[in-house]
């Protein structure tokens, strides 16, 4: 997508985006973090679930180098879905400017009359005029969630369990063959009103100097992974 129309939908979207700060924990640090998100007075809101996402990028992988370039105007096109309900998969378009975010999702009403792979092998032609970009299925990532609420609003999640594939492991029913991540994601999400209590108020006394907010990306992650592995193809 190009520039000038992320930053139409952001100015179209104004007051609806949200800060969100990451920090990669090493396996197993995630108790930990648990424990002291409750210390801080966060609580427990929704059920823990299972997220998978399938991610789209063009033949170059134009969007997760994107990230990794630091470019402030970033695009992230994906299909959304939570335990094994795919049929309630959603189309997101997650667009940022800097490190804050905002999203547009759409329900894929077309998933209750045709199969899942049909719609994602037709997904390109109907992205390219969201997008303006000639996109293909990239990369899936799966992992378990669990969410929490501060009383001033600001809320966090945890990401355990992380997993990749490729989308031709996908296409293939063989999702249970996920690459393992070998890392955990605390993440803080809040509007931006709320960033000077953050930094002072939260993040300091929760965190001291051990940890650093990170530009951490599971996407990103994964697509390094696939290819070292040579699991992703492109030819």
Known sequence: MPVEQILKRIQQNQGNGRLERKVQLNLGQSLWAHSELLKEGFAPVYNPRKVTSLYFDDFNFKFARGNINGDRYRLKPRIRWYEENWRDAVLELKYRDGFLGFKDVEKMQQLESVSFHDVLLSLGDYLYPKIKEDVLPSALVSY????????????????????????DDFFNSRTSWLEPMNF????????PAKDFFFRKEIFPSFFGVSFRLTKCSKYVESITKLL??????RS
Not at 144 to 159: L, W
Not at 184 to 191: A, G, I
């Open 144 to 167: 378990d969630r669990v969410y929490f609420e501060h009383p001033s609003g600001v809320r966090a999640t945890i990401d355990t369990e992380i997993g990749c594939c490729s989308p």
């Open 228 to 233: 070292d592995l040579g699991r992703i193809i």
């Open 184 to 191: 955990e994601v605390l993440e803080f999400k809040y509007q």
